[in-house]
């Protein structure tokens, strides 16, 4: 987790309602230098997309969004590198080590940051982060969890990004800003990659 997650700082949260578009969205991540995705199981269309996109061979696609082991089995049937949660879940962090792949759960509150530890996971999603205290919030749990990686999520765009991925504790950020799903609607992919690449240069410097 930690070692892509460190190279791609930037992590595109995916929602797509058809699989047809997995491919072009794809070429347009890479193009725009995110090649990384978690593509969310809000839609029917989720594991036939993970499928297309793992397939393509220049990004890294994992599943979002996974709530059940089933959701893991298919998740990882269908070629995701790595698990995805809205929270903890022992059941899905036991069926992602049976698997062999990364899980990364949901945790907001110290309890949750501890009851992760427990079952070995020092990497969380911090989820949603704009409405549990931002940036402040995050910084404020590093102080008792040291050894504990943040990846916030929810309510980051341009704006704030920043803002999180100057914490020493953060690996990663995880948003939608760069993969708007009207775009990807309207097959307007010369835009993923536009937004992509801005969100690569705006960090550039970190």
Same mark, same amino acid.
């Not at 190279?7 to 995110?34: E, K, M, Y």
């Given at each position: ?8 700082? @930037?992590? &595109? ?36 997309? @993970? ?12 599943? !979002?969004? +996974?709530?059940?082991?089933?959701? +893991?089995? /298919? ?10 949660? #809205?929270?903890? $879940? ?7 080590? /049976? ?5 990364? &759960?949901?945790?907001?509150? %110290?309890?949750? @940051? ?13 989820? #949603?982060? !704009? ?12 102080? &008792? ?6 990846? #916030? ?14 914490? #020493?504790?953060?690996?990663? @950020?995880? !948003? ?5 799903? $009207? ?13 992509? /690449?801005? %969100? ?7």
């Amino acid at each position: 987790m930690s070692t892509f997650l460190g190279t791609n700082r @930037i992590v &595109p949260v995916v929602v797509l309602d058809d699989p047809a578009a997995a491919g072009p969205l794809a070429d347009a991540l890479v193009a725009g230098g995110l090649p990384v995705a978690e593509v969310t199981f809000r839609t029917d269309a989720a594991a036939a997309a @993970i499928a297309r996109m793992s397939r393509h061979g220049g990004v890294t696609v994992g599943a !979002g969004t +996974v709530t059940t082991p089933e959701q +893991v089995d /298919a998740a990882v049937e269908a070629g995701a590198s790595f698990v995805v949660s #809205p929270g903890l $879940s022992a059941a899905v962090v036991t069926r992602c080590r /049976a698997h062999g792949v990364p899980a990364l &759960p949901g945790a907001t509150t %110290a309890t949750e @940051i501890m009851a992760a530890l427990e079952l070995g996971v020092d990497v969380v999603k911090f989820f #949603p982060a !704009g409405t549990s205290g931002g940036a402040k919030a995050v910084a404020a749990l590093s102080a &008792p969890f040291a050894n504990v990686r943040f990846v #916030p999520t929810g309510g980051i765009d341009a704006s704030n990004a920043l803002d999180y991925l100057r914490l #020493p504790s953060v690996l990663a @950020i995880g !948003g939608s800003w760069m993969v708007p799903r $009207s775009a990807i609607a309207a097959g307007d992919f010369a835009a993923v990659t536009r937004l992509a /690449a801005e %969100a690569v240069r705006s960090t550039s410097s970190l």
